[in-house]
Every structure is written in C-alpha cells, then in structure tokens.
C-alpha cells in the first residue's frame, strides 16, 4: 500500500489548498451536495447543540445552505438572535426568520469586529474547519473570540482514515484501497485526513474548558444517502490531483476506483469518523 506522509506532501505543494468545493459555475450540483450533507447530518447535529437556550445569540461559521442555523433560530425563539456567515451566501440568501442575521464573511481573513466578538453565547461550526488546512488553529481562536466569557464553542469535523469498504473478500475492496490509502487520498491534497480527533487539543489550547468531545460513524451500503454524497464530494474534487498540476492518469484511475463502489450496493461502507467537541470560554 502507498504511504503519505502530510509533512513532506505540504513541502512539495507550497501553500495550503484551503476551501475546494467553490459553488461558482456548479451551484445546482453544490446545492445538492449540501442537502446530502444537511439529510444525513442534521439530525445527529441537533442533538449534539442541546445546550441552546431560548434567548441565546448564536454564530454558525460556514453555515453552507442554512439547515442548522435555521433550526438554531427556532431554538432561540423571538427573544434571541442567530448570525449565519460563509464566504459565499448562493444558499443563505434564500433563508428568512425574523431573528436569523445572514453575513458574508470569510473566518480566515475579514476582520473579526464584523462578528461582534465577545458577545456570543454558542458559536458552532460543521465540516468546515477540515477544509482550512494549515489555519485551523487560528480559526478556532478567532471563534473563541466570538464568544462571550462563560459561553460554548461546538465544532463537527470529519476524521476519514475510516471512510471505506469493510470487506477484503469484496471485488470492488482493494481497487478503492489503493486508491484511499486510509486517508492518504487526502493527504496527498493537501489536507489532514486525521484533523478531527486533534479538536480537543485545539480548544484547550485556545484556553476553552469543561471540554468534551466524542466520535461517532455507520457502516451504509453503496448507494445510501451518504454513499452519494462521499461520491459527490469525490468528483467535486477530481480535478485536483495530488500535486498542483491537476490530474494526473493515475489520479483518474484512482477517481473511477473510489467512486464505483461508492455507488455499489452490494457494498458496505464505514463512514468517516464524525468528531463533536464542546468547549466553554472560561468566565
Ligand atoms: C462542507 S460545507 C458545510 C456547510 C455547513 N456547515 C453544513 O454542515 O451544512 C463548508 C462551508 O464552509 C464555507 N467556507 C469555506 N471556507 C470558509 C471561510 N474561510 N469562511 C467562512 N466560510 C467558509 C463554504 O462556503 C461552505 O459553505
């Protein structure tokens, strides 16, 4: 099996990829992709923000086509306030409450004073930070000075190195294998397959406390909901090879191996690992 070692994969390709999956040109195709995300998602995700209270003023960063901060604003009710940002608001624009503000602002680079910082009682995030390889720990700070003290930090980051058929006997295993390389597929682009279980070690560092943080997957068939959308998520990003120069044969080979047996129903699949982590500012 190939092994790819991040470090020297960052060396070669100079500076970090960041956010790949642009909807400019393609939104009817991102659009669908991101109600994939929020079906299978979503309900898993509303469980883990049980600590929202009505009254509460929430910040959902990179908030994508909007399920969850709007579900956020019914939790708040008419006395609390819900701020949605995202570099690119093709979906947000179309979402209407009362109490739901809608920003175009980039976490990476737009000044923090656009957000109010220091006034947020959650400030949440989803499949978002994985994407901003190399400034995670950055972001995290600038969402940890988004919130008042005593107030909670929720972040949901995908950890892929399990993301794969679970049957060697499976004549569609070893082809996707190769090609995956338990996450060096990632790796080889420029992003941590394994960013999701170091969120605990990030938040204490920004100086959060009370810190919790669990991991949960399935095993689905090729074909299922989340099938498709690891699918989509693979030819979103297909153009992208392994270096800068786009793809390569060996890319393409690699491509059709790892999105026939996304769409293989007589396959099980493990997802990734999907990591949650709580953290309070101290306050
Ligand atoms: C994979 S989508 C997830 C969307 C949403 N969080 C969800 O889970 O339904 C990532 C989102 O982050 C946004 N994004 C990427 N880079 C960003 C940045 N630097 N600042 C704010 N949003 C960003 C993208 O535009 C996209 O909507």
């Not at 910040?59 to 306030?81: D, H």
């Not at 980051?157 to 990632?186: E, K, N």
Request: with cysteine.
């Amino acid at each position: 099996m190939r092994q790819v070692d991040i470090t020297s994969v960052r060396a070669g390709l100079g500076a970090y990829p960041g956010y790949r999956l642009d909807a400019t040109g393609r939104e009817d195709f991102e659009g669908g992709r991101l109600e994939l995300l929020e079906q299978i998602f979503d309900p898993g995700s509303r469980q883990r923000r049980d600590l929202v209270q009505p009254g509460w003023r929430c910040l959902e960063v990179g908030a994508g086509r909007g399920s969850m901060a709007a579900w956020l604003a019914e939790q708040v009710g008419p006395g609390g306030t819900v701020v949605a940002t995202d570099i690119d608001l093709t979906y947000l624009d179309r979402l209407h409450a009362p109490n739901l503000e809608v920003r175009r602002h980039n976490i990476l680079d737009d000044a923090l004073d656009e957000l109010d910082p220091g006034s947020f009682d959650l400030v949440c995030s989803r499949l978002t930070l994985f994407w901003l390889a190399g400034r995670q720990a950055e972001v995290i700070g600038r969402m940890v000075e988004c919130l008042r003290p005593g107030g909670w930090l929720i972040d949901e980051d995908g950890d892929w190195g399990t993301a794969g058929p679970v049957d060697p006997s499976h004549p569609l295993y070893a082809g996707y294998q190769r090609a995956y390389q338990s996450g060096g597929w990632f790796a080889s682009r420029g992003y941590d397959p394994f960013f999701g279980r170091k969120l605990s070690e990030l938040f204490e560092h920004n100086g959060l406390v009370k810190i919790d943080q669990q991991a949960t997957a399935e095993v689905v068939r090729g074909g299922s909901p989340w099938a498709r959308w690891w699918r989509d998520t693979l030819d979103a990003i297909r153009e992208w090879g392994p270096t800068d120069d786009g793809a390569t044969e060996s890319a393409e080979e690699d491509h059709e191996a790892l999105t026939a047996a996304c769409m293989e129903p007589s396959l099980w699949f493990m997802t990734e690992l999907l990591h949650t982590c709580r953290g309070q500012r101290p306050g």
